[in-house]
């Protein structure tokens, strides 16, 4: 054979071979990709928010990232305006709704996975403050995030045990309340245990969390009523056993949480 249409032909050989591996590697990487559960929330910290590396982290992350390994699933994270989770999930740009979301008077909106955990809805003070219970808080300031449930409590004073304050205020962030607490403008703040315990422990106050809570919530994954059964199923028992193996627990004790507390169990 002539050399040059030796070479030519060693040279088709070789493309020739290359094209065949990258098309193995391609079909490889394909074959090995997992399905995906994508899973929309606000920023609410230390549930789920970004690090100072722009990375999604946080007790629900944790806890979804294991599930869905589990599971043989990848879980995908969506920054979402809360407003609008019910036509996200409803148009099928989310999979779930899963950032501290309350199941409670919301059962039948919902296909749920869990309760995977409880919350609780509690009052802060500073360490030295005189308020010892709920009482404790008559002609006093208490602050409160604009929107949530202990607003609603404050506010609507269905509870007989909330006393007349002298002022309640709404404001727009847990940094603002603890802002109002360390500096005295007011005598009481309230929210989530981790969210008191994560923006209270940053922010260097020290502070007493009174024994007596507002509200104990349970938490849960939202799905569409019309989701597949399945996908909600194998969740559900994956949160079982990470529940029975003590994976909750650690996850929950990693971020200053009872996790006896937080799991019904203290």
């Not at 779930?96 to 003070?125: H, K, L, R």
């Not at 923006?199 to 260097?204: G, I, Q, R, Y």
């Not at 507002?214 to 996908?231: H, I, R, T, W």
Request: proline share 2%; hydrophobic share 40%; aromatic share 8%.
């Amino acid at each position: 054979m002539h050399k040059t249409k030796r070479l030519t032909l060693i040279i088709t050989l070789c493309i020739a071979a290359m094209l065949l591996v990258g098309c193995a590697a391609h079909s490889s990487t394909r074959d090995t990709e997992l399905p995906t559960l994508t899973i929309g929330s606000d920023d609410f910290r230390p549930y789920i928010y970004l690090d100072v590396d722009d990375a999604y982290a946080g007790i629900d992350v944790d806890l979804a990232r294991e599930a869905c390994r589990r599971m043989g699933y990848e879980a995908v994270f969506e920054q979402i305006n809360w407003d609008e989770k019910d036509d996200l999930l409803a148009s099928g740009d989310i999979d779930c709704i899963w950032g501290c979301f309350q199941m409670d008077d919301q059962e039948s909106n919902y296909q749920w996975v869990g309760p995977y955990m409880t919350s609780y809805q509690s009052i802060a003070v500073l360490a030295d403050s005189d308020i010892h219970t709920i009482s404790d808080l008559e002609g006093k300031s208490v602050a409160v995030v604009s929107g949530s449930l202990p607003e609603r409590i404050f506010t609507e004073r269905t509870d007989a045990r909330i006393p007349e304050l002298k002022s309640l205020y709404c404001l727009v962030s847990m940094d603002e309340a603890v802002i109002a607490l360390r500096n005295e403008y007011v005598d009481a703040i309230t929210g989530h245990d981790a969210t008191l315990h994560a923006f209270l422990t940053n922010a260097n106050v020290e502070y007493r969390r009174l024994d007596e809570e507002l509200e104990k919530v349970n938490l849960g994954a939202a799905f569409s009523k019309d989701a597949d059964p399945e996908v909600c199923s194998h969740l559900s028992a994956a949160l079982d056993e990470m529940k029975t193996d003590g994976t909750i627990a650690a996850i929950l004790n990693s971020y200053g949480l009872d996790a006896d507390r937080a799991l019904g169990e203290g």
